[in-house]
T-cell receptor
Framework: NAGVTQTPKFQVLKTGQSMTLQCAQDMNHNSMYWYRQDPGMGLRLIYYSASEGTTDKGEVPNGYNVSRLNKREFSLRLESAAPSQTSVYFC?????????FGPGTRLTVT | RKEVEQDPGPFNVPEGATVAFNCTYSNSASQSFFWYRQDCRKEPKLLMSVYSSGNEDGRFTAQLNRASQYISLLIRDSKLSDSATYLCVVNPSSGSARQLTFGSGTQLTVLP
């Protein structure tokens, strides 16, 4: 039981490049989430998916898109990366009680 | 005003000390409350839920004061391994985690 996994762990992008952050969970949870964490800001919700086939915007969705590929997988795409998107990105799933986080992706946009 | 506010610290305490963190929240309708622990460069992990009657888990005690809209975490007999950032988390709704609001965290360092 791996819990929530994310790839890649680290990524450096140039401004304007695109990439997809992958997330998968093996706990059969319906809800999945993408957050970003910046110093002094706390975790902020980018997008979430309450169930397979549905996605909704969170607090800071601009510049991102998501896909809930199936119950296990929830990907986050940056179409045209900007330096303001330099952050640590966490994927999470929820069992109705607790939030379980992946190990994070550290993204730097130069 | 931030929805969830915490003193960022850092709190530097000697091993064996008792340390307390407070957190205030702005939404009086909030339903559920949690403390998460985040080690350096790692993901947050649930430490404990916070119940209205207060709850204890070993050396950790969490309390909720709805009238004053604050949550506290008390750590007794601090260990070196308690060094981490502690996140206060509030959920305005009783069901979905969509509205979980995270504080920016309080950093604790326990010194030998």
């Amino acid at each position: 039981n791996a819990g929530v996994t994310q790839t890649p762990k680290f990524q450096v992008l140039k401004t304007g490049q695109s990439m997809t952050l992958q997330c998968a969970q093996d706990m059969n949870h319906n809800s999945m989430y993408w957050y970003r964490q910046d110093p002094g800001m706390g975790l902020r919700l980018i997008y979430y998916s309450a169930s397979e086939g549905t996605t909704d915007k969170g607090e800071v969705p601009n510049g991102y898109n998501v896909s809930r590929l199936n119950k296990r997988e929830f990907s986050l795409r940056l179409e045209s990366a900007a330096p303001s998107q330099t952050s640590v990105y966490f994927c999470a799933s929820n069992d109705g009680q607790s939030q379980y986080f992946g190990p994070g992706t550290r993204l730097t946009v130069t | 005003r931030k929805e969830v506010e915490q003193d960022p610290g850092p709190f530097n305490v000697p091993e064996g000390a008792t340390v307390a963190f407070n957190c205030t929240y702005s939404n009086s309708a909030s339903q559920s409350f949690f403390w998460y622990r985040q080690d350096c460069r790692k993901e947050p992990k649930l430490l404990m839920s916070v119940y209205s009657s207060g709850n204890e888990d070993g050396r950790f005690t969490a309390q909720l004061n709805r009238a004053s809209q604050y949550i506290s975490l008390l750590i007794r007999d601090s260990k070196l391994s308690d060094s981490a950032t502690y996140l206060c988390v509030v959920n305005p709704s009783s069901g979905s985690a969509r509205q979980l609001t995270f504080g920016s965290g309080t950093q604790l360092t326990v010194l030998p």
